[in-house]
């Protein structure tokens, strides 16, 4: 928000209702160009995240439960046993997550939920 008569209560007001910052004129441009980028930073990151958290609501309930067992490093023998599912199944829920979150590999998985 960038106004010439800019008080506290302004200020306030304007950024509960989503203002990213307050300048008040004069305003350094390079400080401006900053915090723009910023905003857009934020935004872009802000967009990551909520088709991250999509992603993970297509899941289903087993697939949630499998993925919380690759993340903590399990084989999928482990997995097959411990939730008393074969091996194969596993295979297809691993194979429907990695679909789903769009990753190749575990390890992409796990970067993408850090």
């Not at 930073?41 to 991250?52: D, H, K, L, P």
Request: charged share 25%.
């Amino acid at each position: 928000f960038l106004t010439g008569h800019g008080v506290v209560p302004m200020a306030v007001v304007t950024l509960k209702r989503g203002a990213f910052d307050f300048f008040e004129k004069p305003f350094n441009d390079n400080q401006l160009v900053d915090r723009v980028e910023e905003a857009l930073a934020q935004s872009r990151q802000a967009g990551a995240n909520a088709a991250v958290q999509a992603r993970l609501a297509s899941l289903s309930a087993r697939e949630r439960e499998v993925l919380e067992l690759i993340l903590a490093g399990k084989l999928n023998k482990v997995i097959a046993d411990q939730l008393g599912i074969s091996m194969r199944t596993v295979e297809v829920h691993r194979a429907n997550i990695f679909d789903k979150m769009q990753v190749k590999t575990a390890v992409e998985l796990a970067g993408l939920l850090k």
